[in-house]
């Protein structure tokens, strides 16, 4: 019998009971973490080490790779917030584009070096160079915009899934998984256990993780469920109480804008045997819809990809305000390489 076919009914009688049709025994309650504003500071505590050059207090946090390079979401938002130092408060980020050249050591120090392109009445835009050990490993550009009065206006609409309150909280659903690969009820595929062995394990029992991540379908991202489809929700807000901060907000979702999407694209060929070999986030974009977000409200994370070809996928994300507002846009390229010679193909 196939892995799926043995996990299904697993998957339909338990987990997507939970997470799709929203029964009570398995939700979370939500616990704030004590002191979260201190925490999140942290990551973006900069001394200026020379005009428009920018050292951060620290580059290490649980959701760094094993080989001690750091997360990039946290390069992202530290380096836009490198940026945003050197601008007016009514000037606000609107488009970024990035891209990531070198891996970063958590151990070393780095620099994030502000280039001042152009100073107008409306745009302002900057460039700013990630530096270690004397060599570029990242390049941000970035624009900001002052406030002005919609022209137009229309969106799309938000996708329909469970409300986070039923929930199971990522903290939660690993170890859950996990009891059911001991007790022999599931058998995952190696890349899925992997995953859920090491990289998850580590994130989501972290006190210090800065987001509570609540995912709609477990079927769909640890890859066994029956329509297996490159996309994913997740419900995230930051695990505390923020002040009035517009920047810090911004900041932070900034920084779990980079978490999900390689998932989303390598998750459903998980049970066609993939097994990577290399998955490596080569640029990211965000574009911000509204200058005034909240990270410490719910906000609903959509993620697709719409191609994977040459060892590269494409996926793209939007951030949903709880009351359906779209307030951010983000897209990405990353390198998928495999163990095998022959391609998984859905």
């Known amino acids: 019998m196939s892995f799926v076919r043995k996990l299904l009914p697993i998957a339909t009688a338990t987990i997507s009971r939970s997470t799709i049709m929203t029964a009570v025994p398995l939700r979370s309650e939500f616990k704030k973490v004590e002191n979260y504003q201190n925490i999140a500071n942290r990551f973006f505590d900069f001394t200026e080490v020379d005009k428009d050059s920018f050292s951060p207090a620290t580059l290490s946090n649980g959701r760094q790779a ?117 007790k022999g009820e599931v058998t995952p595929p190696p890349a899925m256990l992997q995953r859920l062995q090491s990289y998850d394990s580590k994130v989501y029992s972290d006190d210090l993780d800065l987001f509570e991540m609540r995912c709609t379908n477990l079927g769909n991202y640890y890859g066994f469920a029956s329509d297996q ?23 932070l979702i900034a920084y779990n804008s980079d978490s999900l999407l390689v998932s989303t694209a390598v998750s459903p060929h998980y049970t066609n045997g993939f097994m990577p070999s290399m998955l490596f986030s080569l640029d990211h974009c965000v574009w911000f819809h509204k200058s005034e977000v909240k990270a410490d409200e719910w906000l609903l994370f959509e993620c697709k990809s719409r191609i994977a070809s040459g060892s590269r996928a494409t996926i793209e994300g939007r951030i949903w305000r709880r009351d359906g507002v779209l307030i951010a846009s983000c897209q990405q390229e990353a390198l998928v390489r495999s163990k095998s010679d022959d391609p998984s193909k859905l």
């Open 66 to 182: 094993h080989h001690g390079a750091a997360y990039g979401g946290l390069i992202f938002s530290q380096a836009m917030a490198a940026a945003e130092k050197t601008v007016e408060d009514k000037f606000k980020p609107h488009s970024t584009h990035s891209y990531f050249i070198l891996n970063v050591d958590t151990k070393e120090p780095i620099s994030y070096n502000v280039r001042r392109i152009r100073d107008g009445r409306s745009f302002i835009t900057r460039t700013v160079e990630a530096v270690q050990k004397e060599k570029v490993c990242f390049v941000l550009q970035c624009s900001f915009h002052v406030e002005e009065k919609s022209s137009i206006i229309h969106q799309s609409e938000m996708p329909k899934v469970p409300c986070p309150e039923v929930l199971m909280s990522m903290r939660d659903a690993v170890p859950y998984m996990k009891s059911l690969v001991e």
């Open 229 to 251: 489809k490159p996309e994913l929700h997740f419900w995230m807000r930051a695990r505390g109480d923020l002040p009035n901060d517009e920047r810090l907000h911004r900041w």
